[in-house]
């Protein structure tokens, strides 16, 4: 079973920054895509960024040039650098991992339990 951390969030004033890391522990072959999500109150959950193991990214059109997607694939991790935050990007961060783990070979899609974002002053 893969297990997600996640860290990183808090509360933040307007225009401020923050960045969320996500490490990904346990018996991993590979890993493809990586990704983070986010559910505001009374909110489906929603895409904010994904990146396959290539590199390539994905993003929210509403978050492009304000949010950064990042891998580090020697440390299984996965990173939200997050600019210019608005009151709106408050939510509670959830990250997503797809890939090959063990012990025996099996394709997993784990998620992370969630880390809060407040953006406020």
């Known amino acids: 079973q893969v297990q997600l951390a996640e860290s990183g969030g808090g509360l933040v004033q307007p225009g401020g920054s923050l960045r969320l890391s996500c490490a990904a522990s346990g018996i991993i072959f590979s890993i493809t895509n990586m990704g983070w999500y986010r559910q505001a109150p009374g909110k489906e959950r929603e895409l904010v960024a994904t990146?396959?193991?290539?590199?390539?990214?994905n993003y929210a059109d509403s978050l492009k040039g304000r949010f950064t997607i990042s891998r580090d694939n020697a440390k299984n991790t996965v990173y939200l650098q997050m600019e210019s935050l608005k009151p709106d990007d408050t939510a509670v961060y959830y990250c997503?991992?797809?890939?090959?783990?063990?012990?025996?070979?099996?394709?997993?899609?784990?998620w992370g339990q969630g880390t809060q974002v407040t953006v406020s002053s």
């Open positions: 997503n991992v797809r890939g090959r783990g063990g012990p025996f070979p099996r394709v997993f899609d784990s």
């Open positions: 990146i396959a193991a290539g590199g390539a990214t």
